[in-house]
């Protein structure tokens, strides 16, 4: 059994100060059961909490620490960069070099404004598309997660698609009628939504491949059918790629499936571990934001040279070194062999789904296309299989509707330690 006294005197602690003892909720351990662990360091692929317990690690702080952790170049440009104090509130060399890097790397951005998170590039990419379009609607979809904005905090309601409910007390019932919500994947229902809602329409915003019920893949021809339906009718495509930016190659999903947004929200990676988020996109539209056009929007602390250095040192290692995909993919492979082979050996038939370094084991036997099929999964079993995992030494992420991600620091051999504790682990709860 793991030590964790000091993990829980400092819940205890937290508690008292912090809304549920931590600062995102999804840290809390509130899907797997248990009390989270306060982490001390990381280096490499590992963690180690103030116990002294060494985990490999498979969350990268949910994405950002693509290259693991203790990276050399991110550290050092850190270490210059606040040497010259920390923040200006004024324009900096470094925002011009990170401009030039998102818009080499990134096929559809022209342009781009840095923020703070990836909720805030989100939340203005919506303003700018409600602004340059005049119009009020946005579509999401079920089980996809675009941060904390008001206009996202919005359950489905029944039904193929219907005027959203807020699923957040807070969240206005006016805000809520401007968000209509369809199921991920279910293009009838977009066609659908939009003949209902004729030139009311702002925008459709979708993570190109979900990281948020777990990971979905879009259906062959679904991100194509919504770029069709936005040309059709004059709707901003906006590809959410937070989580997938810079993760699923140097030019994310749009690179990938080869479908071009007209605005991309980055976050997570961008930021090379600090607190970083921008979105961008076609030129004719981003020169719609303040102060070059009328949709306001600003930031104290947006791109906050600390920031910018660290983000620039990620982002050059990306770009120019284009073996880190091959060696994320064939790990990423080797892992996703590895737990099939398990689930085999115990006759378990659960769905695995990957691409890259984003895989998800689903204690489910569906097939996972969607939310609806993504809640079929055993959630009780999930957040058994979290703590079995944790005994054996690997940290995945705490809830059956998240993402694992491979970092580069995983070589084959921790990956042969991670696909083992998987057979333990999966022989204690199966
Ligand atoms: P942040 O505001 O947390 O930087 O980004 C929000 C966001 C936007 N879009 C996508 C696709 C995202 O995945 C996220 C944030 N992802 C979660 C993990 N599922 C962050 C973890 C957390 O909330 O603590």
Not at 71 to 87: F, H, M, R
Not at 115 to 135: C, D, F, K, Q
Not at 212 to 230: D, I
């Amino acid at each position: 059994m793991l030590v964790k006294e000091q993990s829980k005197a400092l819940f205890n602690a937290a508690k008292n100060l912090i809304p549920g003892g931590v600062n995102s909720p999804v840290r809390a351990f509130k899907a797997v059961g248990g009390d989270p662990l306060f982490i001390k360091s990381a280096q490499g692929p590992y963690l180690y909490d103030e116990d002294g317990n060494k985990f490999i690690e498979l969350i990268n702080s949910w994405g950002p620490m693509l290259l693991g952790h203790g990276n050399i170049a991110i550290e050092n440009a850190v270490i210059e960069a606040i040497k010259k104090s920390p923040s200006f509130g004024a324009p900096t060399r470094k925002e011009v070099e990170m401009a030039e890097l998102i818009v080499a790397m990134v096929p559809s951005i022209e342009m781009v404004r840095m923020v703070n998170s990836g909720t805030e590039a989100t939340m203005s990419a919506i303003r700018l598309a409600r602004g340059y379009t005049g119009l009020d609607k946005i579509i999401k979809f079920e089980g996809c997660y675009h941060g904390h904005g008001d206009s996202f905090l919005i359950a489905a309601g029944s039904g193929v698609a219907t005027m959203g409910t807020p699923d957040s007390p807070g969240v206005t019932k006016g805000t809520a009628n401007d968000t209509l919500t369809v199921a991920y994947n279910d293009l009838p229902a977009v066609e659908h939504t939009i003949s209902e809602n004729k030139d009311k329409i702002a925008a459709i915003i979708v993570e190109p491949v979900v990281g948020n019920m777990g990971c979905v893949l879009p259906a062959s021809g679904f991100l194509e059918g919504l770029r069709t339906l936005c040309d059709q009718h004059g709707i901003v495509l906006i590809f959410d790629e937070v989580m997938t930016g810079f993760r699923l190659s140097k030019g994310g999903a749009q690179e990938v499936f080869g479908v071009m947004p007209d605005l991309t929200t980055l976050g997570k990676i961008i930021g090379g571990g600090l607190p970083v988020g921008a979105y961008g996109g076609r030129k004719e539209i981003m020169s719609h934001v303040s102060p070059a056009g009328p949709i306001y929007q600003a930031g104290t602390l947006s791109g906050n040279p600390i920031a910018m250095h660290a983000g620039v040192a990620m982002l050059r290692q990306l770009s120019e070194q284009p073996d880190i995909y091959t060696h994320l993919e064939n790990i990423s492979a080797q892992i996703e062999k590895g737990f099939r082979a398990n689930l085999k050996a115990i006759g378990q038939h659960y769905t695995i789904n990957r691409i890259g370094s984003m895989i998800s084991l689903f204690f489910t036997e569906n097939e996972v296309s969607d939310f609806a099929s993504a809640k079929t999964s055993d959630t009780e079993r999930f957040g058994r299989y979290f703590n079995a995992m944790m005994e054996c030494g690997v940290y995945v992420a705490p809830s059956q509707f998240e993402t694992l991600f491979v970092s580069t620091a995983i070589d084959e051999k921790i990956a042969d330690e991670i696909v083992a504790a998987n057979r333990k682990a999966l022989d204690m709860v199966c």
